[in-house]
Structure formats: C-alpha cells, structure tokens
C-alpha cells in the first residue's frame, strides 16, 4: 500500500480556514443537526461514515459548474503525490487534476466550506479531536484516470485527522465505475459510487482507500480536517 499521497496546497496559496469570518457568509446548519450526529456516531462506532443525501442539489450543481469552469479555463492541474521536495506528479499513482479552495472566492464555494466548519464543529464537541482548520481542493479525474491504494497522511505529517468527500457527478450509474473503494477490517472492501450530493467521511490515517477508473469525468471536493501539529521541543 502506498502511505504517501497527496500534494500539499502551494505555499503562496494559504487554503485553510484559519478565521471564522471567512466563512461567514457560508451555509451553515447547528452542530447538533441529526445529519451530522450520525456522521460523528458513525466515525465514532466504525471510523468512517457514508450520507448518500448530504450537500442540496442546488449547491451540488453550483459547484458542478464552477469545477468545469475552472477545468475549462485551465486552472485545475495534475496533482503530485508527497510533499515538499519530493513532491512529483505520477499519474501512475493518481491521475485527478486539482484546484485547492479558497474563502471568499464563491458563493457556493463559501457554502460547501461552511458546511464543512458546521461538521468541524460538531466533531470536536462530540469526539473531542481538536481540528483545527480544513484543507480542500476540487479534483477532477477524467475518463481511466484512478487514485491507487493509498492512506490520506505523510509519514512526516500526522495533521490529516479525517479526509471529507463530497461527489459532484449528476446522473451517476454502477456501469459509469470510479468508484471509491474503503478497505475496511476483517479484509471488507466497501465501494461508493461518487453519485452528486454524497459525502464520505473517514479517518485519514487508518482507511486505506483507492479511486477506481471511470468511464466519464469524475468530479469531487476532497478535504481533510486537520489538527495543530506536535510540537517537539527538545
Ligand atoms: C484523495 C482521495 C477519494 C475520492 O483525494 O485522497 O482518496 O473518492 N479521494 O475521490
Ligand atoms: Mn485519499
């Protein structure tokens, strides 16, 4: 299994939410909605979580149109695997092409983001894992491109608490495939289709997971929650 993973946002571009009043004009619903009780009993009880009617259609769509904008005007681009000076593009290892988020940017974008903060909220009430700020991009994996198996953490970085996916694909079928495969305990593979609206919790550092090859573009938000790193003081 891979441990790499994931390209690091550029350091020019800070993506994280680190102020609230970035997202205050996002969406947001109260921690204690029964939408996210369940995702937290969920990654409480089994470390991972699946809701198939999570973001509203209107908002999946919105942000449908603004990946394929930006795909068209030529802002998304292949993502590396590793970090720092290691990091390279393999497609061999995974072919999605990514933009990082931003605050303040979109609306729908503010909105998604918002809904994010409502679930980091309600996480760190509930199961007390102190995130502090959240990290996304969009991806977009055109037709045969895959994520091999891999673990959402840098062997050097152990912020990534809980990776977030939500799917942005209208009218997804089993034939379409690009499925998101979990390697659950007791050798149980799980497999989602990335159908639009849907949201997939997990923990970063112990679900093995890999994207499957679709027949069409695949488009998503994929995000990680994170905590403040450890300090070593010597
Ligand atoms: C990732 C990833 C899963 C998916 O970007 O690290 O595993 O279903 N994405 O898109
Ligand atoms: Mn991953």
């Known amino acids: 299994m891979l441990r790499l993973n994931i390209s690091t946002p550029p350091a ?5 939410i680190f102020r609230r009043v970035d997202i205050m004009r996002g969406m947001q619903i109260p921690s204690d909605h029964p939408l996210l009780l ?15 009617i999570f973001l509203p259609e209107a908002l999946t769509l919105e942000l449908a ?14 993502a590396a695997v590793g970090r720092g ?3 390279e593009v393999r497609e061999g290892i995974r072919g999605d092409h990514i933009q990082w988020l931003e605050p303040g940017e979109v609306l729908a974008c503010d909105n998604y983001l918002g809904l994010m903060e409502s679930l980091r909220i309600a996480m ?31 062997r050097d970085d152990d912020r990534r608490m809980v990776s977030a996916v939500v799917y942005l694909n209208q009218a997804w079928l089993p034939e379409h495939g690009g499925h998101l495969r979990m390697y659950l305990d007791d050798n149980v593979d799980y497999d989602v289709l990335p159908v639009g ?3 997939v919790v997990f923990l970063s550092g ?18 990680w929650f994170r905590r403040r790193a450890t300090e070593v003081f010597v």
Not at 38 to 52: C, E, P, T
Not at 131 to 150: N, T
Request: hydrophobic letters at 35%.
């Open 197 to 199: 609206g849907c949201l």
């Open 85 to 87: 000076i290691t990091q």
């Open 206 to 223: 112990e679900i093995p997971h890999e994207v499957m090859p679709a027949t069409r573009d695949r488009l998503s938000l994929t995000g």
């Open 12 to 16: 020019r571009r800070s993506c994280r």
């Open 38 to 52: 369940r995702i937290v009993d969920d990654l409480y009880a089994q470390g991972w979580s699946q809701q198939n």
């Open 124 to 154: 760190n009430r509930r199961l007390f894992l102190g995130l502090e700020d959240f990290e996304s991009h969009f991806a977009l994996y055109p037709p045969g491109a895959f994520y091999l198996k891999h673990l959402d953490r840098f």
């Open 65 to 78: 149109a603004e990946c394929h904008k930006r795909s068209a005007e030529g802002e998304l681009t292949p």
